[in-house]
């Protein structure tokens, strides 16, 4: 089936680790999404990437890191610097092109003790 | 960042009533979604507007493209227990930086 896979759902990790999040497509989407959302609240911009090997910051890109290799793959590293990096972990993609939609997967959400 | 001022935060209904939302931006854009997420799961595209005034159905769900092309509004329709969540307005430029911008969400919740 076509989609967005984000693994795992659940991640847990200790203070001052790097941690990486998971996200494929296969919808051979261009554009690819990461957003943060915390308890009910909405979802912000962390990074978005338009093409392979091009991404851009978004409006909370401090403490994380990308990488877009592949155009079906868009990880997402949480840097020991993102000071508060507990939250639930979102990543979209959208074809990014004429009348686009964008599709989310399931999130990982992700502690760290 | 780019501001979408959705609203209301939260809505308390009876199961049966109708339920209007909307949101606002401070620039043009090209694309409206909208979205209902419920909880511990991703966001679930429900509409999505392309053009101005352009009014969309899905089953008890409508929504527009306002004229201005600064706002966007989603009605559902005779409620039922399962439209509980939060919904999300976005916008999608396909100008430029193609970033997908969120509202800060409407809760809904329904007494049965």
């Known amino acids: 089936d076509g989609g967005i896979t984000q693994s795992p759902k659940y991640l847990f990790r200790k203070e001052g680790q790097n941690v990486t999040l998971s996200c494929e497509q296969n919808?051979?989407?261009?554009?690819m999404y990461w957003y943060r959302q915390d308890p009910g609240q909405g979802l912000r911009l962390i990074y978005y990437?338009?093409?392979?090997?091009?991404?851009q910051k978004g409006d909370i890109a401090e403490g994380y890191s990308v990488s877009r290799e592949k155009k079906e793959s868009f990880p997402l590293t949480v840097t020991s610097a993102q000071k508060n990096p507990t939250a639930f972990y979102l990543c979209?993609?959208?074809?990014?092109?004429?009348?686009?939609?964008?599709?989310f997967g399931q999130g990982t959400r992700l502690t760290v003790v | 960042g780019q501001q979408l001022n959705q609203s209301p935060q939260s809505m308390f209904i009876q199961e049966g009533e109708d339920v209007s939302m909307n949101c606002t931006s401070s620039?043009?854009?090209?694309?409206w979604l909208w979205y209902k997420q419920d909880p511990g799961e991703g966001p679930v595209l429900l509409i999505a507007?392309?053009?101005?005034?352009e009014l969309t159905s899905n089953g008890r769900l409508t929504a527009q493209f306002g004229i201005t092309r600064k706002d966007s509004f989603l009605n559902i329709s005779a409620s039922i227990p399962s439209d509980v969540g939060i919904y999300f307005c976005?916008?999608?430029?396909?100008?430029?930086?193609?970033?997908?911008?969120f509202g800060q969400g409407t809760r809904l919740t329904i007494n049965p």
């Open positions: 990437s338009q093409i392979v090997n091009d991404f």
């Open positions: 620039s043009i854009f090209n694309t």
């Open positions: 979209a993609s959208s074809s990014g092109q004429g009348r686009t939609e964008a599709f």
């Open positions: 507007l392309y053009k101005a005034g």
């Open positions: 976005a916008e999608l430029s396909i100008q430029g930086a193609q970033k997908l911008v």
């Open positions: 919808l051979n989407h261009d554009a």
